[in-house]
């Protein structure tokens, strides 16, 4: 198996390069790429402090913690029983078990675009056809439901979506979502649905998980998103497919043993009290509201870059008007003296566009003064001070 790197990940390595400081753990210039929500710190999560006689061991549960799954159950809106979740070790790690699972050479899989890189490399990595559908602006950032059906056969094992969507925002309705388990369904296809950001809706609507409404349903989350848990590294996989799920489980012991920390499940199982989530996440979507107020403004005076407002997570892919590509827009961006960091859309094979993200952990004075330095460049650009030409770069080229 040969995994090649992508330009996401590329681009990624770049601006940490030109932009985290590491010797003082932060970012040196302004980080407008943040999908995450308020980072929490151990106490507030633990008020009383992690338990002295905590043995540091594995759980002991191949499954994971049985009383953190029904916790899992009952936050996410689960209607299923604590048999048919996995904990796993994030929401990467349950996507790599479903899709390797599912996928045999010679398969073919739909895959939307813009979305997250994971299934598209495996895809490539297992000698999968990817089939890609495209999100739309025009749709709301979803796709044509008619298309997909059209792109379906006895050949596709699987369809991924990425739900709500990153980096667009984009939610589906249940309606939506009950149309594609019905196209995978004519030809018995799993359809893995990435439900990181489930949670973090603008209506306060919860986004439908593809586990309720399909037996092949395969849905994959973590607290990475929602609670900015990214260094916890535990996420979880569920599914009405039983055996699907062990057989998740007799995989992820070669790759990763069975049991997960005892530490981390000490942590999530606190933070997934439902209650206490709730209180979480409100108070995480009450700190971002700051942040997508500022871009929502910005969005709305301004000439040269548009969106389809996100409906739900910390993140938007608005469109600009301005001869560059985006690759070397943004690199020229994260220099002095922008030192603005964006993600530019031909990462996600959407020339013209960019990815920007608004979630709380970055400051507000942040986001207003990257979007300043935005405006400063386009200024520069349409005076002529910057030339269109191809951006100097150590890594790969766009």
Same mark, same amino acid.
């Given at each position: 198996? @040969?995994?090649?790197?992508?330009?996401?990940?590329?681009?990624?390595?770049?601006?940490?390069?030109?932009?985290? +400081?590491?010797?003082?753990?932060?970012?040196?210039?302004?980080?407008?790429?943040? &999908? @995450?929500?308020?980072?929490?710190? #151990?106490? @507030?999560?633990?008020?009383?402090?992690?338990?002295? +006689?905590?043995?540091?061991?594995?759980?002991?549960?191949?499954?994971?913690?049985? &009383?953190?799954?029904?916790?899992?159950? =009952? %936050?996410?809106?689960?209607?299923?029983?604590?048999?048919?979740v996995l904990v796993t070790s994030g929401t990467?790690?349950?996507?790599?078990?479903?899709?390797?699972?599912?996928?045999?050479?010679?398969?073919?899989?739909?895959? !939307?675009?813009?979305?997250?890189?994971?299934?598209?490399?495996?895809?490539?990595?297992?000698?999968?056809?990817?089939?890609?559908?495209? =999100?739309?602006?025009?749709?709301?950032?979803?796709?044509?439901?008619?298309?997909?059906?059209?792109?379906?056969? &006895?050949?596709?094992?699987?369809?991924?979506?990425?739900?709500?969507?990153?980096?667009?925002?984009?939610? #589906?309705?249940?309606?939506?979502?009950?149309?594609?388990?019905?196209?995978?369904?004519?030809?018995?296809?799993?359809?893995?649905?990435?439900?990181?950001?489930?949670?973090? @809706?603008?209506?306060?609507? &919860?986004?439908?998980?593809?586990?309720?409404?399909?037996?092949r349903g395969v849905s994959t989350s973590s607290?990475?998103? %929602?609670?900015?848990?990214?260094?916890?590294?535990?996420?979880?996989?569920?599914?009405? +497919?039983?055996?699907?799920?062990? =057989?998740?489980?007799?995989?992820?012991? /070669?790759?990763?043993?069975?049991?997960?920390?005892?530490?981390?499940?000490?942590?999530a199982f606190a933070a997934l009290q439902p209650?206490?989530?709730?209180? #979480?996440?409100?108070? %995480?979507?009450?700190?971002?509201?700051?942040?997508?107020?500022?871009?929502? !403004?910005?969005?709305?005076?301004?000439?040269?870059?548009?969106?389809?407002?996100?409906?739900?997570?910390?993140?938007?892919?608005?469109?600009?008007?301005?001869?560059?590509?985006?690759?070397?827009?943004?690199?020229?961006?994260?220099?002095?003296?922008? $030192?603005? /960091?964006?993600?530019?859309?031909?990462?996600?094979?959407?020339?013209?566009?960019? $990815?920007?993200?608004?979630?709380?952990?970055?400051?507000?004075?942040?986001? $207003?003064?990257?979007?300043?330095?935005?405006? $400063?460049?386009?200024? +520069?650009?349409?005076?002529?001070?910057? %030339?269109?030409?191809?951006?100097?770069?150590? =890594?790969?080229?766009?």
């Open positions: 198996m @040969e995994i090649q790197s992508q330009k996401l990940s590329d681009f990624f390595n770049v601006g940490r390069d030109r932009g985290w +400081d590491i010797e003082k753990q932060r970012w040196t210039v302004h980080m407008l790429i943040n &999908p @995450e929500g308020l980072t929490f710190t #151990l106490g @507030e999560i633990l008020p009383g402090g992690i338990p002295l +006689d905590l043995r540091l061991e594995k759980s002991g549960s191949r499954y994971g913690y049985p &009383p953190l799954r029904e916790a899992i159950i =009952r %936050t996410q809106q689960y209607d299923l029983p604590v048999e048919n990467q790690h349950s996507n790599f078990l479903a899709l390797m699972v599912a996928l045999r050479e010679g398969d073919e899989a739909i895959v !939307e675009i813009p979305s997250w890189e994971q299934p598209r490399v495996l895809c490539q990595a297992l000698n999968v056809n990817a089939k890609i559908i495209r =999100r739309r602006p025009e749709l709301g950032w979803k796709f044509d439901l008619d298309e997909m059906a059209s792109m379906a056969s &006895p050949k596709v094992k699987v369809i991924y979506i990425c739900h709500p969507n990153n980096p667009t925002g984009a939610v #589906l309705t249940a309606d939506e979502l009950k149309a594609v388990c019905e196209i995978a369904g004519r030809h018995g296809a799993y359809v893995i649905s990435d439900e990181i950001y489930k949670g973090l @809706e603008w209506t306060g609507k &919860p986004t439908p998980s593809v586990a309720n409404h399909y037996e607290l990475s998103k %929602t609670l900015g848990m990214g260094g916890l590294r535990l996420g979880w996989l569920a599914t009405q +497919d039983r055996g699907f799920l062990e =057989r998740c489980m007799e995989f992820k012991y /070669y790759i990763s043993l069975h049991q997960q920390s005892r530490l981390d499940e000490t942590v209650s206490r989530y709730r209180e #979480l996440i409100d108070r %995480t979507m009450k700190a971002a509201r700051v942040n997508f107020a500022i871009v929502s !403004e910005w969005m709305a005076t301004h000439g040269t870059f548009h969106w389809v407002a996100p409906q739900g997570a910390f993140l938007s892919f608005p469109s600009y008007d301005l001869g560059i590509p985006s690759w070397d827009m943004c690199l020229r961006l994260l220099d002095a003296p922008y $030192r603005t /960091y964006l993600v530019p859309g031909s990462c996600y094979g959407y020339e013209g566009y960019v $990815r920007l993200g608004f979630g709380p952990g970055t400051p507000a004075e942040t986001m $207003r003064a990257g979007l300043d330095q935005i405006d $400063r460049f386009v200024s +520069d650009f349409k005076a002529g001070k910057i %030339t269109a030409g191809p951006a100097v770069t150590s =890594r790969r080229s766009a």
